[in-house]
């Protein structure tokens, strides 16, 4: 299984980013798909899933009206559009899949500053 996440960098708050998360390895239109965050000094915490059937999400209190997951399972793809991103939004974002063990990609860091 390989998890590779791109699309982090620095925006100001109010800004949008879009990240993707490209998987291989794995039945990939059969798993739930997370994203993490990991912010300096704090735990890592879960943003937001979709489900491998039917595609159902959930997002964290934190996100919800603000961020979007999608997958494109053609494209065995996983992202996170981020809308009125918010200088708390800042961290290290993963993706993540279980299927027999957790997996995590590398990591995209997304940097919210004016």
């Known amino acids: 299984v390989q998890l590779v996440e791109s699309g982090g960098g620095l925006v100001q708050p109010g800004g949008s980013l879009r990240l993707s998360c490209a998987a291989s390895?794995?039945?990939?239109?059969?798993?739930?798909m997370s994203w993490y965050r990991q912010a300096p000094g704090k735990e890592r915490e879960l943003v937001a899933l979709?489900?491998?059937?039917?595609?159902?999400?959930n997002y964290a209190d934190s996100v919800k009206g603000r961020f979007t997951i999608s997958r494109d399972n053609a494209k065995n793809t996983v992202y996170l559009q981020m809308n009125n991103l918010k200088p708390e939004d800042t961290a290290v974002y993963y993706c993540?899949?279980?299927?027999?063990?957790?997996?995590w990609g590398k990591g995209t860091l997304v940097t919210v500053s004016s």
């Open positions: 390895g794995f039945s990939f239109s059969s798993y739930r």
């Open positions: 993540n899949v279980v299927t027999w063990r957790d997996w």
């Open positions: 979709i489900n491998g059937v039917g595609g159902s999400t």
